[in-house]
């Protein structure tokens, strides 16, 4: 029997009509629907699910603000929130018995349960007595190679340098042979790094054979001892080197010896370049500030990065269409500067010992600026830079060097004839008395020791122990070349004009380019 769900007939009656059910209305089979009321349960259920809304009790109070669903939401975070801070003031903490300190017994156990690096002398891990299935080792085994690094002092010590590293005897002096053969040992750079390979030995009671050996025994040359067949082998490997000279130009600035360090050119060959030019130029009234200065010297630049410095070749100043150009060059077996022309000048004492940016204070009667009376000032003061070199004025021996009071660190130098030279308010010395110097070689360097209001060069010259103004020693010496001589000279300053400018490139092409530009580089390499 077939009857509707009442349900779905409850509602829309339109004048006579009724309406009947939809496809989709509920049938029952068999018996009428149940009409008895819900319990208290289900209405409890329904009322969960009416204040819920959705069934989430999780609000988004950043939407639809002031919405029943909101106001909902704030409330429930309200009443979490207090019920939290009510029942957490009234809570105390739990009182525990405190945990007592291991036994040894259980220290023991927990030792061996627990997991501690080797490292930090850990004792973990449980420990069983051996059993049948041990055997004991007649010897520890040690690792098939062992790989050594050591300095080499001297290069005439290789074999005892290889003897200390532990290298056999026999060995030892089999390779410095090998090394010998191909390079003096005395040639071979103090502090050469050796990678030294030691092999398996046969027991403990002898050294251990050598199974490599490599360092670097020349700037262009590396060597590597092998054993192949039971013997050993000498390879030489070749490193390319750019042995191109290195040209640095620049403007001279505040500063010649600013400058020209902060262009690459090391302290030495500035000093150096000083004392070429110092006899042609006085570098405190002649060098403005737009002054060009030119500087070539030896550089060999090897593929593997590193970098060696040799001598001034070549040494220039453009002060505005005055050029003084000076060439190292030997003639009788002695090296000096000679000038574009081939003239080479000597002056019996420097003008400059330093290359200081002004004079500052002349020889005579001064105002003495610490003192604040009028006093003799001995000698002239040079403005300089702290640190910048203080060179010689002449050959001769140190008569003294160290503290002389006002003076500060101060250095005085006799050159003979009666003559002598000093040199105040260093910041260090680089001699010691009773040395021997030559002119310009760096004695010390700029400072502002003693009675001093800052850096600068207080310099005196004495004649026959009487102070005299260093500017009024006037006597030169020349030398010309001519003939051969001057030709090849002229040469090889043509070749070096040929010089680029600027850092080098690697070596191969760079090396090639070079030569192709001063051909006569080669040839005249051997004079210098």
């Known amino acids: 029997m077939f009857q509707p769900d009442l349900r779905a007939m409850d509602g829309a009656v339109d004048g006579n009509a009724v309406a009947l059910p939809s496809a989709g209305a509920v049938a029952t089979f068999g018996r009428a629907p149940s009409l008895e009321r819900p319990t208290a349960a289900a209405r409890l259920r329904s009322l969960a699910r009416d204040l819920s ?4 009790l999780v609000v988004d109070l950043g939407r639809d603000i002031g919405s029943a669903n909101w106001w909902r939401g704030a409330i429930t975070v309200a009443l979490l929130a207090g019920s939290a801070a009510f029942i957490g003031a009234r809570m105390s903490p739990m009182p525990a018995a ?16 627990a997991i501690a690096p080797l490292s930090a002398q850990s004792e973990t891990g449980r420990r069983l007595a051996p059993t049948s299935m041990v055997r004991p080792l007649a010897e520890t085994p040690e690792r098939p190679q062992i790989e050594v690094a050591a300095t080499l002092r001297q290069g005439g010590e290789m074999e005892r340098t290889l003897r200390n590293a532990g290298v056999s005897a026999e060995d030892a002096s089999a390779a410095a042979g090998l090394v010998a053969d191909a390079v003096a040992l005395s040639d071979i750079n103090r502090g050469a790094a050796l990678d030294i390979v030691l092999g398996r030995r046969p027991n403990k009671s002898v050294p251990r054979p050598l199974d490599s050996l490599a360092f670097r025994a020349a700037f262009d040359l590396r060597l590597a001892v092998s054993r192949q067949g039971g013997e050993l082998r000498l390879k030489k490997i070749p ?4 042995d191109a000279p290195l040209r640095i130009t620049g403007t001279v600035g505040s500063s010649l010896y600013k400058s020209a360090r902060a262009a690459g050119v090391p302290a030495r060959l500035v000093a150096e370049y000083i004392k070429a030019l110092s006899f042609g130029i006085d570098f405190q009234r002649d060098v403005g500030a737009n002054a060009k200065f030119d500087i070539i010297f030896e550089h060999r630049l090897a593929e593997t990065g590193e970098t060696e410095t040799g001598k001034l070749l070549y040494a220039s100043l453009d002060r505005g269409g005055k ?33 200081g940016a002004r004079l500052t204070s002349g020889f005579g009667m001064r105002l003495h600026p610490l003192l604040g009376y009028s006093r003799m000032h001995k000698g002239v003061d040079f403005g300089a830079p702290h640190g910048a070199p203080i060179l010689a004025a002449a050959a001769g021996r140190i008569e003294f060097a160290g503290s002389n009071r006002g003076y500060g660190k101060y250095v005085k130098i006799s050159h003979g004839n009666g003559l002598a030279t000093a040199y105040a308010h260093m910041s260090r010395f680089k001699v010691s008395a009773g040395q021997r110097v030559q002119q310009g070689q760096v004695i010390g360097y700029v400072g502002s020791t003693g009675m001093s209001t800052g850096p600068h060069l207080h310099y005196e010259l004495y004649r026959n122990g009487r102070a005299v103004d260093p500017r009024s020693v006037k006597f030169t010496s020349r030398t010309q070349l001519a003939g051969r001589d001057l030709n090849a000279f002229k040469a090889k ?36």
Do not use: H
């Open 493 to 528: 300053l043509g070749g070096l004009m040929q010089i680029a400018s600027g850092p080098k490139t690697t070596p191969g092409k760079a090396t090639a380019l070079a030569q192709s530009k001063a051909p006569n580089e080669a040839k005249d390499r051997a004079k210098i």
């Open 239 to 242: 490193i390319a080197v750019n």
């Open 323 to 355: 050029k003084l150009q000076m060439m190292r060059w030997t003639l009788g077996g002695r090296e000096q500067f000679f000038d574009a022309s081939g003239e080479a000048t000597q002056k019996g004492l420097m003008r400059t010992p330093v290359d």
């Open 98 to 113: 405190p945990v007592p300190a291991y036994t040894p017994t259980q220290q023991i156990e927990a030792s061996a349960q």
């Open 53 to 56: 809304g959705d069934g989430d």
